[in-house]
């Protein structure tokens, strides 16, 4: 269902793409927005578990609207890259998924998995409970569902 990837030579291991969904804070989402027309969110995520977690308004918006209308989705995500010295290239690994949204409706699991991104991304877990008792009636929590993951390193030469 999914195709091979063209430049097999350069596969990242399935473990290789878990690290980088990890350890990188940002990814752009791709969905099937207005019109049929591709719609890329960039966005902050955490993977747990083997599914990628993102969060935002209850409020309707473009994303929201696209994701109940259609819920097959793509992410990627590419790491920082290292620029060879005195060369014009960077040499990066990247990850593309392909899966399926929801959204998470259980009060105890978005808490949870909310605290797992805030605590990715804030200085202290207070912080991120403080911020989740304040938001959290206010908070779409979205899970990507992986069915396929690949993910190759670019080396320029």
């Known amino acids: 269902m999914f195709r091979k990837m063209r430049r097999a030579k350069q596969a990242l291991s399935e473990e290789e793409c878990v690290d980088i969904l990890i350890n990188e804070p940002h990814g752009v989402l791709a969905v099937l927005g207005d019109d049929e027309y591709p719609y890329a969110i960039p966005l902050s995520h955490v993977y747990i578990d083997g599914k990628i977690y993102f969060h935002g308004t209850i409020k309707n918006s473009h994303k929201k609207d696209a994701i109940r209308k259609h819920d097959k989705v793509s992410f990627c995500v590419i790491d920082k890259g290292i620029k060879a010295e005195n060369e014009w290239w960077y040499t990066f690994k990247s990850v593309v998924v392909f899966g399926r949204m ?27 409970k403080s911020e989740i ?19 190759k390193i670019v080396e320029e030469k």
């Not at 909310?114 to 912080?127: A, D, R, T, V």
């Open 133 to 151: 008792d304040r938001l959290l009636n206010l908070t779409e929590l979205y899970e990507l569902k992986i069915e396929h993951i690949s993910g």
């Open 102 to 128: 929801k959204t998470i409706d259980d009060v105890e699991d978005k808490i949870n998995k909310l605290s797992h991104l805030g605590n990715k991304f804030f200085p202290s877990e207070e912080e991120t």
